[in-house]
């Protein structure tokens, strides 16, 4: 889905939705006080749409005025919101315009720190979470949004894949995971898909790690368990499982090879954010977090680590078959972790 607001003159705003599908007119939900006061289909001609051949008849642009939603020009307060999708396409808040900055956090954790993101949110007035769940064009374009100047963005992208747009018009933090740590929450992580579903991962994700989650269905996580299992791992599950860190900072996609010298690339990538910090220092992290942002202090929650995760990393940690599978990972872990307990 392709969106964006051309204009807010007060009694006017001007934009454009262009849904994923090719025929569907948009409608848009226009919301006071967090309650829908007006419903709104598109009915602006976009001609270039239609000469792209993006959409059907191009009705995808909107004029939303005082006729349509009654005292627009003396709302201080106002949402648009997509129907279909629920994806915030605008908000006017003229009391709290939020911090004047664009903020995106990397997401390295396959459970999401959506916790630190809810914390955060307040603080801005545009709020985009879990981005790669949206699918590459709607990501691309929250990355374009022309009228956000107060933004806050997360999601488990690619940084190669975005890196231009993130680096033009973004500060960028991220926060790593022990992998061994993080390989543990993944195998607990992925063995509850079953049953929440979506609710832990994407429709995408939920299809491009289903090797991994029939692999740990009938994983047993007692060390005998553990031991034969990674004795006998499927290859499609050692390519989902290894080096996800080094992926995500060094190569095109989460399902490529590593590039030659991926780690020297993914520790240069990382040499570009705003700050980088590890789950086992959270309060330096927050700490320098709200000082780049100026947030007030305490305004960064990080959630604890959780002891049954640990006690599964430990038992994985001394298993000779993740060190092969997190080399990479591990080798970065280790260099941002010496920086980091050495900066204090």
Known sequence: ????????????????????????????????????????????????????????????????????VPGLGALRYVEVVDEESGILIYRRNLDDEGLPNRLFRLETHLFPLWGLDAALKQHFNYFHRGIERLGAETATQIFHLQHAHSLYVSGRLTLRQYDALIYERFTWVVLLHDPYYELAERLMAL????????????????????????????????????????????????????????????????????????VATALANLATAGVVGIRERPHAFAEDLEQIMRMPQGAVQIAPLLPPVQALAERLRRLPETEVLLEADLDIYGQVKAAVEQSG
């Open 1 to 68: 889905m392709l969106f964006n607001i051309e204009s807010d003159e007060g009694g006017e705003i001007t934009g454009y939705v262009v849904p994923d599908d090719y025929e569907k007119t948009p409608i848009l939900h226009v919301l006071v006080a967090g309650q829908v006061t007006a419903r709104i289909r598109c009915s602006e001609p976009r001609p270039a749409l239609v000469t792209a051949g993006r959409h059907l008849n191009g009705l995808c642009g909107f004029l939303l005025n005082d006729a349509n």
């Open 191 to 262: 063995k509850l898909v079953p049953k929440y579903g979506d609710a832990l991962l994407g429709q995408r994700d939920l299809s491009v790690f289903k090797p991994a989650i029939d692999f740990v269905a009938t994983l047993e996580t007692d060390e005998d368990g553990l031991t034969k299992a990674f004795a006998e791992m499927p290859g499609p599950v050692i390519s989902i499982l290894s080096n996800p860190l080094a992926r995500q900072l060094a190569a095109e996609s989460f399902d490529a090879l590593l590039p030659r010298g991926a």
